[in-house]
């Protein structure tokens, strides 16, 4: 086959969800799987990783049908902005509550783009702060401090 007819992006994500996909599937058999009718905690997360890997299949093989684009230069900023926001999160959400954490997260992750303005960033983490807090505490009722013991809440 011509190297020629490669799409080395599909390529390369195809290869990367079945990775990640065999990689879940063998941590979810340690946990009791179950049946469809009885599951047990290993069920959902065997079944989605199962799923990724059958996804990552279908964009492996349509790596080989479909002659992509070249692949563009890496995204160094976003993955500045991007990757450490959720690590932030879950680093703060304990001892600053969910509030700061979820504008803290949001703010980082926003400058991943170089069109975002400071303003914009500070109205855009604000607006989602105030939905995810509509959706987790009010909607849903999870329990969680709003405001955690680091600001002496």
Known sequence: MNSQKIDTTNLICGLLLIATG????????????GTALRMGPGYFPFILACVLIVL???ILFQAFRIQG?????FAWRGMLFILPAPVIFGMTVRGLGFVPSIFICA???SFA??????????????????????VFSYGLGLPFRTFGPWLGY
């Open 113 to 134: 783009s170089q069109r975002m303005k400071p303003l914009m960033a500070v109205i855009l983490s604000a607006g989602l702060t105030v939905f995810s807090l509509l």
């Open 69 to 73: 684009e070249a692949m563009g230069s």
């Open 22 to 33: 065999i990689f879940f599937a063998l941590e979810s058999l340690d946990l009791e799987l």
């Open 56 to 58: 990552g299949g279908v």
């Open 107 to 109: 703010l980082i992750a």
